[in-house]
């Protein structure tokens, strides 16, 4: 009859318990953190992701299922170096139409 008179809370046991609990809570969160990143290692999506868009130190993230690309850039504006080949046309139905130009 001595375990009816027993206080529970001087049990160790019962506090190894609630940290269990606890782990298995911030295990649970950074799997849904993991899951909704849209960089995460187990989709096969395509995804770009921009950082500091339109500043000095802007850098971009393509992932191609697996593949990841990082670029970065150099601060310099482009430059083209083409010749200019044609004119294209928007129509009201909205087609476009490339007329290229005579050499």
Request: aromatic share 6%; glycine share 8%; no cysteine.
């Amino acid at each position: 009859m001595r375990f009816l008179t027993e206080d529970d809370s001087d049990d160790p046991l019962l506090s190894v318990v609630n940290l269990i609990d606890l782990f298995l809570v911030v295990i649970a969160i950074l799997l849904v953190i993991v899951v909704t990143n849209p960089l995460n290692p187990f989709s096969a999506k395509k995804v770009v992701v921009v950082e500091n868009p339109g500043e000095a130190n802007m850098t971009m993230i393509v992932k191609d299922g697996q593949e990841l690309t990082k670029y970065t850039t150099s601060g310099e504006i482009g430059e083209g170096r083409g010749v200019r080949a044609g004119i294209t046309y928007r129509l009201p139905d909205g087609r476009m139409i490339y007329v290229p130009e005579g050499q």
